[in-house]
């Protein structure tokens, strides 16, 4: 593949990866890969997904920084990281593939009923224990199949949580998984050496994806939002499995 062709499939990946992240908080592994993973090597595309996915991350907690619920994210955070490492662990001893499988058809089979379902009205408490454990599953998941926000965004979405606070709950979450992630392939130094120069090339792609994304995050109703965040978790899902 020539100069002028690899660029446009990296910054069309890159753009409608990073639109989806800015809109929904998560999936840009899932969108990106869609196109990276066919026409790069794991080991190369991975890492570069990682690295825009924290860049896209940075600019979701900047623009929404106001909603953002640190102390109430601390819990999702702090069992998170305790999944990663478990995570990376297995990737080396399991069959992850069969995992990503059943994981891909679960969330698939729970986004399509809730997206047929009446929608829910009453928010209801959360607990900080289970939230703890949730973030632990969010980081183990997300070490084994890239989706760390699934999980949690499931749990927002079963407590009727409003978009607003559940992109403040949810998006430090996400950030601090690919952070762990990202900083356990430098430990393993396991980044290849072209990650550099395509994650420069990417940049005005991640930006205007991002912005974008935002923009229309900020005009999305409640319903619609809640719509797109299943429809989203519906098809990250299938692309597990296929």
Known sequence: MDGINSFALLSGAVFL????????????????????????LPMEAVPLMMACSIGVQANNLWA????????QSLLLV????????IAVWLLQTTDAKT??????????????YMLFRPRVTGLRLMN????????????LVGGLTAMPGALPTIW???????????????????????????????????????????????????VAGSVLGITAFRYASEQVFRRIILAILMVSGLLLII
């Open 78 to 85: 702090l069992g998170g990281l305790v999944g990663v490492p």
């Open 128 to 139: 900080s224990g289970r939230n703890a454990l949730v973030g632990f599953g969010g980081g």
């Open 156 to 206: 927002c979405d079963m407590h009727g949580v409003p978009k607003n606070q559940q992109r403040g709950l949810v998006q430090p979450f996400i950030a601090a998984m690919q952070i762990a992630a990202l900083a356990l392939l430098l430990v393993h130094h396991d980044l290849p050496p072209k990650i550099f120069s395509d994650l420069l090339l990417s940049v005005p792609a991640l």
């Open 64 to 71: 929404l920084r106001k909603d953002i619920q640190w102390r």
């Open 99 to 112: 995992f990503r499988e059943i994981f891909g058809l679960m969330v698939s089979l729970y986004a399509g």
């Open 17 to 40: 990866g990073a639109f989806v992240s800015g809109l929904a908080g998560f999936a840009f592994s899932a969108v990106a890969g869609a196109i990276l993973l066919h026409t790069r």
